[in-house]
């Protein structure tokens, strides 16, 4: 039987060697590296974000405005029209961001990337 994490249930239909899919996150007025103290709270906080949908298997080279991460199965953030496509939870996740930090203009997006 499949177990739901978090409201959402994952098929059984891709395994780690056999097919990724790659997304790239862009964040805006909100520093992923600049400042030690600062930045890895931003990075950890964006990595909780998205690890309330998937589990990130990959995570590119992270840089002040964004990074690329991996993820095992490709239809975690949906393609339809629903609560679960990419622009919900882009929605969702900038509401999140922007409490965690204390700022009203930080927000990331998230969309497909190619290797």
């Known amino acids: 039987m499949t177990e ?3 409201g ?21 007025n909100a520093d992923l590296t600049a400042d030690p103290a600062n ?8 990595i909780e974000i998205i690890s309330t949908r998937a589990q990130p298997v990959i995570l590119g080279t992270v840089s002040a405005t964004g990074f690329t991460f991996a993820v095992e199965h ?3 953030f949906g393609t339809t029209v629903g609560p679960n496509t990419l622009a919900d939870f882009n929605a969702a996740g900038q509401v999140a961001l922007r409490a965690a930090l204390g700022s009203a203009t930080a ?9």
């Open 39 to 46: 930045g890895t709270s931003n990075l950890d906080k964006v």
């Open 107 to 115: 927000t990331f997006a998230i969309a497909p990337a190619a290797f």
């Open 74 to 76: 490709a239809d975690v």
């Open 4 to 6: 739901k994490v978090n």
């Open 8 to 28: 959402f249930a994952a098929g059984n239909d891709q395994f780690l060697s056999g097919a990724v899919t790659m997304f790239e996150v862009t964040v805006s």
